[in-house]
């Protein structure tokens, strides 16, 4: 969910914009990192974990915990929780380690 | 190659004060942060801070950030962000990665203020989604403005937990408990008391024992712990939540030390290993120096003064000190002298007299302070027990009625005489720990002004109900007046509210709903097993099915089971595998050997390593800030 009101801060969120998560239609901010954006549409998974395919969401918020690695736009091991939302992206949960991109 | 006099590894407080300090030596200062902007951790503080004006207390930490990246802007800093420092060579390059683009930087010297990485509790079903760190829960919080549920759990009353719970109800999420292992709150009485008389319960030698949910975090099991913080039969109960926040301690991030072959030592009041260094936070290695939470976790105040000194200790070096800094140096040392006086300083004082050879300091009894209340007339209370270091109290203060004295630990001392109870010291107090009482209001009520910083306000008029210390509802109460004291704090209100006058030294919160505790349900069994490495999905059946095979060592264990190889690197599995090896070893961490550290500090395809190329040369002479601002 996203804080309307708070006593402190003020969120300078930028434009609206649609995107794709699982092929369901989400909207989000521009800018904002993706997890942000899916946390506040109330997506907690976005990966299945490498062996156990255990449901992994948002944790460590700067790229480092492995937990929100997602597909995004056909790429894998995407982190998602550093990574700006932009308008149209194709993101989806990643299970286990993903596709290593051909070069 | 990218050349500079002074590379700074990290742009937190720490960083930034180390490169303003450098920079204003006239030395050519490079930072490489790897976040998008400047500003560490304290781009999500809200709170004020503690200390005096010389450490910005009063300020938020979030307008700290923006002022010290202004300063470094302003001198000109080369600020690398979304940039990792992937490695220290032996030839004292450093090498740098940013985006798909890698490159290398040769600094004359380095400080290393890399922080600290966030402690894992391990126990069943701990990576379910809606188990949080703090810190990653914060970031979501304050900079996307974003919340993962409504309510929550809080595991650690230590200040991180403290305060996060406080924001997270300023977020307006419930926080349904505190539980803290010890026989004791570890953070500030202030930062306690803040949430206590909003109704949150903290629940003394008590931890979660297991989670549970489909697919996310649904309940939480809450168990007594005995002396030896093993769980009490019998004693556990469930709460429904949202989410359980981790605020159990941090450890200093020095990856890059021990890879640069700093020589690094385990000091148990330092909160882990650390790199040996002397008090001009110089390692072992000389053009290497460290500063901040990477040299042992303290506050961030500590850390701003540790990067003053250690950057302008390299800048000297680069130019053979040529510069006289003899007493800006005295002062910063006594800044931390006394940042580090009182009972909450005493950790550190320990932890760097270890490090540098000096007798321990004996340990000292402080005694808590009674709050003093006026009895009459209109006058502030202060509740401030404890000896931290902070002083905006008598800062704030026209008529100079609250005062300090010379030490910044002392407790503020009141002159009912002089006071006009104008109620600064309420807008002022970073602890919202300052209340003002009008015994004199009518003849049978009191009015009492408290410090609000939640949403929504309430309004003139309102009536609703006084909360006591402990968030109970005692009596009715009205809204007489909401205020600002624009001077002090744009953000802080003080509310006003009628109570009975014998209410008058009880009521400390007004709410308009009272506030119902969390009820217990029903309690699920735990999960057979715990993941311990996170990244490679490796169990604690698995680690201690290793151990028995013979596996020894923490790197012979990532060897044969890849923890610590994956994405974090050990950050989250490394603590929780020495523990596991220390309990069966029958022996302390400290013995322990850590694991080796090798580049690159963050999974790097190589194929951005055989595309390096040269980055622009910084024309430190002829730049200008960027237009848009900081």
Known sequence: MRIEKHPILDFARGKKVKFTFDGREITGHEGETITAALVAAGVLTLSKSIKLERPRGFFCGIGRCSSCYMVVNGVSNVRACVTPLEKGMDVNTQVGRGEIASC | MLETDVLIIGGGPAGMCAAIEAAKLGVKTTVVEDKDRLGGQLVKQTHQFFGSEKHHAGVRGIDIGVKLAGECSDLKVNALTNTTCTGIFDDGSVGCLRGEEFFLIHPKRIVIATGAYENMLPFPDCDLPGVYGAGGLQTLMNVDGVLPGKTYLMVGAGNIGLIVSYQLMQAGAEVVAIVEALDRVGGYEVHAAKVKRMGVPIFLRHTVTHVSGDGKVERATISKIDGSFKPVPGSEFTVSVDAVCLAVGLSPLIELIAQAGCETRYIPECAGHVAVHDSNMRTSLEHIFVAGDASGIEEASAAMVEGR?????????????????????????????????????????????????????????????????????????????????????????????????????????????????????????????????????????????????????????????????????????????????????????????????????????????????????????????????????????????????????????????RTGMGPCQGKTCQRLILGILARELKTHVSELAPQTVRTPMKPTELEIYASSKEIEPWDFENWQPPGGGH
């Not at chain 2, 909450?344 to 050879?357: D, H, T, V």
């Open chain 2, 309 to 561: 000194i250690a950057g302008l200790h390299a800048a000297l070096d680069v130019t053979h000190g040529k510069a006289d800094s003899n007493e800006l140096l005295r002062e910063f040392d006594s800044q931390l002298d006394e940042l580090r006086t009182g009972p909450f300083g005493q950790k550190a004082r320990q932890g760097k007299s270890k490090l540098w050879g000096l007798k321990l300091p004996p340990d000292e009894e402080f005694e808590e302070a009674p709050p003093i209340i006026p009895e009459s007339g209109k006058k502030p209370v202060i509740e401030c027990p404890q000896n931290i270091p902070c002083n905006p109290c008598a800062v704030s203060c026209p008529t100079e009625s609250i005062t300090i004295g010379d030490n910044i630990t002392n407790f503020p001392v009141l002159d009912q005489g002089t006071c006009n109870g104008c109620g600064n010291c309420v807008a002022a107090c970073p602890g919202l720990a300052v209340f003002l009482v009008n015994r004199d209001y009518s003849d049978r009520e009191a009015e009492i002004t408290i410090p609000w910083e939640l949403t929504p306000p309430p309004e003139k008029g309102d009536k609703g109900y006084a909360l006591d210390r402990t968030g109970v509802a005692i009596c009715p109460a009205t809204v007489t007046k909401i205020r600002r004291v624009k001077k002090i704090d744009k953000k802080r209100l003080l509310v006003a509210f009628t109570v009975p006058l014998d209410k008058a030294d009880e009521a400390r919160h007004f709410v308009i709903v009272e506030p119902k505790g969390a009820e217990k349900i029903e309690t699920l069994p735990p999960a057979d097993d715990i993941i311990i490495c996170r990244c490679e999905d490796v169990t604690q059946k698995e680690i201690l099915d290793c151990f028995n095979s013979g596996y020894k060592s923490f790197d012979e264990i990532k060897r044969y089971l």
